[in-house]
């Protein structure tokens, strides 16, 4: 029999959630996820008479959702996105959005951070649990570790570089995006290549390598330029790296990072 407290079998509890990656609650309440969910009520449509004419005596109005499906969802995405003519009609557009079920687990969306229209366009995963917080794109450790890595070759989120995602919301406990997720939200990754112009964009690894380019082994795409078309067709010359996150966890590999930076130099400062 435990000789444990309440109080200490519940501590230990919370430390066995945490040490297994449990680090935030998802819902208000308890809920047991065997059971089949609870459909909620679908809310009742709303009905306004009209006056005239005879013929449209009573017209219909729903309350506003989000799409229904992910190619509903694409399409709004793509509608949204080619109706922004600058960077900041861009920004506001994806905080509006609606179609990506991440946004509703998420705390904050996470866009961008930076000088728009920098020579340098960063594109990484998506936020983590330190971003989400914030509302900026790698401001943890990696995030540390990016802003040392571009400043070895004199590059700064504060004066000449522009950073974002594949994905704009934090997905549950940190997992790697789906698909659909990263297809929903390419729209915006392509129109802000478009609109604010990148003289090179570091793809900063696998996941944005393989929504970018269709690759899917980042050891091998690493250091060799290719080059990203968006759906309007801009091209930008674009450079795959390792994550921070996995320079952090393999050190022995920041000598390839290293290459690869001062290629990225090499290519930011040629005329």
């Given amino acids: 029999m435990s000789d444990l407290t309440p109080r200490d079998a519940a501590r230990a509890l919370l430390r066995w959630h945490l040490d297994m990656g449990v680090d935030e609650a998802v819902g208000g309440a308890p809920a ?11 809310p009742k449509p709303v009905f306004a008479l009209e006056t005239a004419p005879a013929s449209k ?4 109005s729903a309350p506003s959702a989000a799409p229904a ?3 509903e969802a694409i399409k709004a995405a793509q509608a949204a996105a080619a109706r922004c003519g600058t960077y900041e009609e861009l920004a ?3 905080a509006a959005f609606e179609g990506c079920m991440l946004k509703a687990g998420a705390r904050k969306t996470v866009f961008a951070d930076g000088q728009p229209g920098s020579h340098l366009l960063v594109i990484g995963e998506a936020p983590g649990r330190d971003e989400d917080a914030v509302g900026k794109p790698f401001v ?3 995030g540390q570790l990016l802003d040392r890595m571009l400043a070895a070759i004199g590059r ?3 004066t000449n570089t522009l950073i974002s995602n594949v994905i704009y919301w934090r997905p549950p406990g940190n997992r790697t995006p789906t698909q659909i997720e990263i297809a929903i939200c390419r729209p915006f990754v392509d129109r802000l290549i478009e609109l604010t112009k990148p003289k090179a964009l570091l793809i900063a690894g696998g996941v944005p390598l393989q929504a970018l ?4 082994s980042i050891t091998r795409a690493r250091g060799v330029w290719r080059e990203v078309k968006t759906a309007g067709g801009a091209g930008v010359d674009a450079l795959p790296v390792f994550h921070p996150a996995f320079l952090l966890r393999t050190p022995s590999q920041k000598r390839l990072a290293w290459a690869d930076l001062l290629a990225l130099e090499k290519r930011l400062t040629a005329g």
Avoid: I, K, N
């Fill in 69 to 71: 499906s992910a190619d």
């Fill in 92 to 94: 506001a557009a994806v």
């Fill in 57 to 60: 005596v009573v017209s219909f």
């Fill in 156 to 158: 700064s989120r504060t």
């Fill in 213 to 216: 380019l269709g690759l899917t």
């Fill in 32 to 42: 047991q996820w065997r059971d089949p969910p609870t459909p909620e009520p679908v």
């Fill in 140 to 142: 943890g450790r990696a």
